[in-house]
């Protein structure tokens, strides 16, 4: 069974860069999947942020690509997610993802709430 | 840019009935790359359908999606008290790919 457990600050002050780390269990990184990052705000909807393949290649929201770096670490058989210059707005739980075909998400992480504020 | 556009935004039913979720594109789905998720509180959201029409691994038949186009559809054939919550829609075949909807809370009536 694949399992994925998030990992890192829950509070991030204003400017800061939030940076989130992505365990997998159950499954090689190496073997294939994309593998990525999704966020959803207190009581909103669900946004994709980007995805990796083992490989190194990257997609990224358009709306966040500017601030945004996904990479993978198949060594350790984890991914991460750092996201620079954040505000109140990039407040939200982050979810780390196994990813069919770049965007199409079929497990999850139990996600970790980041809070930005100073 | 495509918006989707999920209605309606609360769905109040009683167990045993039936559910009709609708996603609207602003703009045409490329190949029918559109799925539908659930997500109860305090949980990760779960894949229900891909392809507009197909169940995820697991997913009870009662659950099933159609459309193409603009216009897409899950429906519950008869909700169990299990599925009660909010689903969502997202698309992943037309730029900027990976956009979801806004959600339809389905409720206990």
């Known amino acids: 069974q694949v399992q994925l457990q998030e990992s890192g600050p829950g509070l991030v002050k204003p400017s800061e860069t939030l940076s989130l780390t992505c365990a997998v269990s159950?499954?090689?990184?190496?073997?294939?999947?994309?593998w990525g990052w999704i966020r959803q705000p207190p009581g909103k909807g669900l946004e994709w942020i980007g995805s990796?393949?083992?490989?190194?290649?990257?997609y990224y929201n358009p709306s966040l690509k500017s601030r945004v770096t996904i990479s993978v670490d198949t060594s350790k058989n984890q991914f991460s997610l750092k996201l620079s210059s954040v505000t109140a707005a990039d407040t939200a739980v982050y979810y780390c993802?196994?990813?069919?075909?770049?965007?199409?998400?079929?497990?999850w992480g139990q996600g970790t709430l980041v809070t930005v504020s100073s | 840019e495509i918006v989707l556009t999920q209605s309606p935004g609360t769905l109040s039913l009683s167990p045993g009935e039936r559910a009709t979720l609708s996603c609207r594109a602003s703009?045409?789905?490329?190949?029918?790359?559109l799925a539908w998720y659930q997500q109860k509180p305090g949980q990760a959201p779960r894949l229900l359908i891909y392809g507009a029409s197909s169940r995820a691994t697991g997913i009870p038949d009662r659950f099933s999606g159609s459309g193409s186009g603009t216009d897409f559809t899950l429906t519950i054939s008869r909700l169990e008290p299990e599925d009660f919550a909010v689903y969502y829609c997202?698309?992943?075949?037309?730029?900027?790919?990976?956009?979801f909807g806004g959600g339809t809370k389905v409720e206990i009536k």
């Open positions: 993802a196994r990813l069919v075909d770049r965007y199409l998400t079929d497990y």
């Open positions: 703009q045409s789905v490329s190949s029918s790359y």
């Open positions: 990796i393949y083992h490989s190194g290649s990257t």
């Open positions: 997202q698309q992943y075949g037309s730029s900027p790919r990976g956009t």
């Open positions: 159950g499954y090689s990184i190496s073997s294939g999947y994309y």
